[in-house]
């Protein structure tokens, strides 16, 4: 019971003011725009804001590329040094969501090439993802919403990990998952499989994670409690002032036998591990970030995604979204 309580607060971080509806089956097919009711229906409605990770920090900075034997000739990793435009966010729909608690955070990386073209990173601090295809995971945050008493029930949440496994390691995540220190102090992982193939090269099969060099670090419970509910970009902007916040990107490259479609998931830990290349930020603030869809299937020359159904569902719910927080909806 203590971990889906914890869990509930990991996955559905600051869904409050939620409607009461009754949730749908995983087993029936679900599109795009019903994760966009779904998130208004745990958030409330929250025009002109994302509709989910509304709560972040925009920040700029430089990719320095690391060419690698396993992407010959990528111009993500030849072109030099590149502008890179970041959003860090909180879990939920909730433009103020509290940043003391614990869970899920989130981070889109835009590195924009010499020709214009964009590639994007989007990654979250857990590992994997909770279930294996759209309809799972949209099983289970419907667990989330209220009776008709408005009361959120922890135990259908916990019949439905029983019966979709597939939810269970996300879910052990957040049990013990911290507050996040800072962005700068997060790991982020793309959770995907991608593959690059240039010309005639062997296809290489990878997936992502972003490593803070300042080291990761958690808050504890205690160390929350006399913090601002709103911390994060004060604390990312004194970083930025006594030094340098810098993230390596880092690339694990597939065998055969690791999962293409299953963000579920993870890869075995002995993976060989290349450096893609430095990411060092330069400033934190600012609505630079605004006018941009963190849509992860945008990539650049020779890279292309997997057959993954949650990757593909990303890209039509966030266009979705984008839509409606540029009309104000």
């Known amino acids: 019971m203590s971990m889906i309580k914890t869990a509930l607060s990991g996955v559905a971080a600051a869904l409050l003011s939620a409607a009461t509806v009754a949730p749908v089956a995983a087993e029936q097919p679900v599109q795009a725009n019903d994760f966009i009711k779904l998130f208004e229906q745990l958030s409330g409605k929250?025009?002109?804001?994302?509709?989910?990770?509304?709560?972040?920090?925009?920040?700029?900075?430089?990719?320095?590329p690391n060419p690698s034997e396993y992407f010959i000739d990528a111009p993500l990793l030849t072109q030099g040094e590149l502008p890179v435009t970041m959003r860090f966010s909180i879990g939920?729909?909730?433009?103020?969501?509290d940043e003391r608690a614990p869970g899920t955070r989130g981070m889109g990386m835009q590195i924009?090439?010499?020709?214009?073209?964009?590639?994007?990173?989007?990654?979250?601090n857990f590992p994997?993802?909770?279930?294996?295809?759209?309809?799972?995971?949209?099983?289970?945050?419907?667990?989330?919403?209220?009776?008709?008493?408005?009361?959120?029930?922890?135990?259908?949440?916990?019949?439905?990990?029983?019966?979709?496994p597939s939810v269970k390691a996300n879910l052990a995540w957040q049990q013990s998952a911290g507050t996040a220190a800072s962005y700068a102090n997060t790991a982020f992982f793309g959770l995907h499989t991608f593959f690059y193939n240039k010309d005639d090269?062997?296809?290489?099969?990878?997936?992502?994670?972003?490593?803070?060099?300042?080291?990761?670090?958690?808050?504890?419970?205690?160390?929350?409690?006399?913090?601002d509910a709103d911390f994060l970009a004060d604390r990312m902007k004194r970083q930025l002032a006594e030094g340098e916040v810098s993230f390596r990107l880092v690339a694990a490259i597939g065998q055969p036998g690791d999962s293409n479609t299953d963000p579920s998931v993870q890869w075995?830990?002995?993976?060989?591990?290349?450096?893609?290349?430095?990411v060092q930020l330069s400033g934190?603030?600012?609505?630079?970030?605004?006018?941009?869809?963190?849509?992860?299937?945008?990539?650049?020359?020779?890279?292309?995604?997997?057959?993954?159904?949650?990757?593909?569902?990303?890209?039509?719910?966030?266009?979705?979204?984008f839509g409606k927080r540029l009309s104000g909806q």
């Open 46 to 64: 929250q025009p002109g804001v994302r509709k989910a990770h509304a709560r972040g920090l925009c920040a700029s900075g430089s990719f320095v």
């Open 92 to 97: 939920g729909g909730n433009p103020a969501a």
């Open 112 to 124: 924009t090439l010499a020709d214009g073209s964009r590639h994007i990173f989007t990654g979250n």
């Open 128 to 164: 994997v993802f909770a279930g294996k295809d759209p309809q799972t995971f949209f099983g289970l945050i419907s667990t989330f919403l209220p009776d008709e008493q408005g009361q959120r029930d922890p135990k259908r949440t916990m019949e439905y990990a029983e019966k979709h």
């Open 201 to 227: 090269a062997e296809q290489t099969k990878f997936r992502w994670k972003l490593i803070p060099e300042l080291g990761e670090k958690t808050l504890s419970e205690e160390e929350t409690q006399n913090m």
């Open 268 to 278: 075995p830990e002995d993976r060989e591990q290349v450096e893609l290349g430095r």
């Open 284 to 321: 934190a603030g600012g609505e630079q970030c605004t006018p941009i869809n963190f849509d992860p299937n945008v990539l650049s020359a020779g890279f292309k995604p997997s057959d993954d159904p949650v990757l593909r569902m990303r890209s039509a719910a966030y266009a979705i979204s």
